[in-house]
């Protein structure tokens, strides 16, 4: 105990240098927390995903590739398939904003029966089906801007050249935050119709619910096989491998954010073994004070490297706690590129930024606390810092 009272002194003697040595450290790990958080955000998307017994229909050449609607029906004959969907994308704009949130074209009749989590009532669901320009989206999105049913939702095209007039219908309630709005994908094709003939007709992809997991397997090869000689071949696969998929169209972005960790931690412990040797210059003459009273070596090497380590745990828990407050703010502003919640991603990853704090303090720590250790009581006394 009395060790750390010393450790403590020494480290508020220069309170400028701590100070900024630990907010170096700091907002270096935030960095460093929110890159892996958004990497446990895709893992964690992909997880939730195996879960479900969904698959996903698409063109062979990917988005780029048409999949005509009546490969919906096609689906819906596939044994073992409770109910498919078409899922276009709109991806129109809201007043002055660009990305609002996610708008999918999709089929009213049996959109809930491919997503059976997400609750809605009978009657907002009903109001929805027989309306043409009607809509449904994720409570969220109406809490947050204060939406009621009967609201008029107008988005312009950016992909497609003609806008989307919309009557609120309904909102549904979803386990994770989708941030997305679903309308009648014959509105989107009669629009296509109308200003763009031919690219009408088109599904976009096409999302089915398998009756049991142990299905999916034979539906993913039996929907293969009979687009297979058609002018749309298929590409089909589970919905986590439709995660995945996401993930590697970043590229190799968990190796890229590995070797920024290591930059992180080789730079962090230049600029606190700096601070550090500086710390230990000042204190020549009362280290060899220290070991001519009796200090042993042991004990001044483990002052010099407690408070190393002491900022360096400093710096970990300011910048592991700042980094998880800007990934939950992230997830508040923008859930379509961080669907989910600090609290739903802690894992394993959430240590990371501890374990980097204590490499610093160790590695800058090390070679001053040696030093210190080694320092002779004559030169200690002769030298002035």
Not at 279 to 295: Q, Y
Not at 299 to 316: K, P, Q
Request: hydrophobic letters at 45%; one cysteine or more; aromatic letters at 10%.
């Amino acid at each position: 105990m009395q060790l750390f009272k010393y450790i403590c002194r020494n480290m508020l003697r220069n309170k400028i240098r701590s100070l900024l040595t630990i907010l170096s450290v700091g907002f270096s790990l935030a960095l460093m927390t929110v890159l892996y958080g958004f990497m446990a955000s895709q893992e964690t998307w992909k997880k939730d995903a195996a879960q479900e017994n969904r698959i996903v229909v698409m063109n062979i050449q990917g988005f780029s590739g048409r999949l005509p609607i009546a490969s919906v029906d096609e689906v819906r004959s596939i044994d073992g398939v409770v109910a498919a969907v078409p899922y276009a994308w709109f991806g129109g704009t809201f007043q002055e904003e660009t990305m609002p949130f996610a708008q999918f074209g999709t089929d009213a009749e049996q959109v809930f029966q491919v997503w059976p989590n997400f609750k809605i009532s009978p009657e907002e669901l009903t109001a929805w089906q027989d309306n043409r320009q009607g809509c449904v989206l994720d409570r969220r999105i109406a809490e947050k801007r204060g939406w009621k049913l009967g609201e008029r939702i107008r988005l312009k095209g950016t992909f497609y050249p003609f806008d989307l007039d919309l009557e609120l219908c309904g909102m549904f309630d979803s386990p994770k935050n989708t941030d997305s709005l679903w309308f009648h994908w014959k509105y989107l094709d009669e629009g296509l119709r109308q200003e763009y003939p031919e690219a009408a007709g088109n599904s976009g992809t096409i999302f089915a619910k398998i009756q049991d997991k142990s299905e999916i397997p034979a539906a993913i090869k039996k929907i293969d096989e009979r687009f297979a000689s058609s002018e749309t071949p298929t590409r089909s696969q589970t919905e986590a491998a439709f995660a995945q998929m996401f993930i590697d169209m970043l590229g190799n972005i968990q190796v890229l954010i590995r070797n920024i960790g290591f930059a992180v931690v080789f730079s962090l412990s230049l600029v606190a073994a700096n601070s550090m040797a500086m710390s230990m210059r000042e204190r020549v003459t009362e280290i060899a004070v220290l070991k001519a009273i009796g200090f042993p070596r042991l004990r001044i090497m483990l002052m010099i490297l407690g408070e190393s380590c002491l900022v360096a745990f400093l710096g970990g828990v300011m910048g592991v706690g700042l980094g998880c407050v800007m990934l939950q703010m992230m997830h508040t502003a923008v859930p379509q590129q961080f669907p989910f919640s600090i609290f739903e991603m802690l894992g394993p990853w959430i240590a990371y930024g501890f374990v980097v704090a204590a490499l610093i303090g160790l590695i800058s720590g090390l070679v001053p606390a040696i030093r210190a250790s080694r320092l002779s009581v004559i030169d200690g006394l002769r030298r002035v810092a």
